[in-house]
């Protein structure tokens, strides 16, 4: 038997596969504590003047490429600062 073993201890794959269940246990404590944290929205912005919280103030069509489905998105910080960028929703 420990013939066996020392003949699958030279063999790259056997090294592989003794890692294996170490890492998958890894992986699935990374995931859970992943899944733990609460979700931040997607669309939270912070003011580039200031670095205050900032948000989505008024969506309009875009004067020129408005029937391409390309809108001006207008974010304000809460010190006032605002800001207007080009943006097509997906």
Same mark, same amino acid.
Not at 7 to 23: C, N
């Given at each position: 038997?420990? *013939?066996?073993?020392? +003949?699958? *201890?030279? /063999? ?7 890692? !294996?269940? @170490?890492?998958? /246990?890894?992986?699935? /404590?990374?995931?859970?504590? +992943?899944?733990? @944290? ?7 912005? !912070? ?8 948000? =989505? ?6 004067? !020129?490429?408005? =029937? ?7 974010? !304000? ?8 960028? *080009?943006?097509?929703?997906?």
């Amino acid at each position: 038997m420990s *013939d066996i073993l020392k +003949l699958l *201890d030279k /063999a790259p794959i056997w090294k592989t596969l003794t890692q !294996t269940p @170490k890492q998958i /246990a890894e992986l699935e /404590a990374r995931v859970a504590a +992943l899944e733990a @944290k609460p979700r931040e929205a997607e669309h939270l912005h !912070t003011c580039g003047q200031c670095g205050q919280p900032a948000s =989505v103030t008024a969506v309009r069509d875009h004067p !020129t490429f408005g =029937v391409f489905g390309k809108k001006i998105r207008t974010i !304000t910080c809460q010190a006032g600062h605002a800001i207007e960028y *080009d943006w097509k929703p997906e």
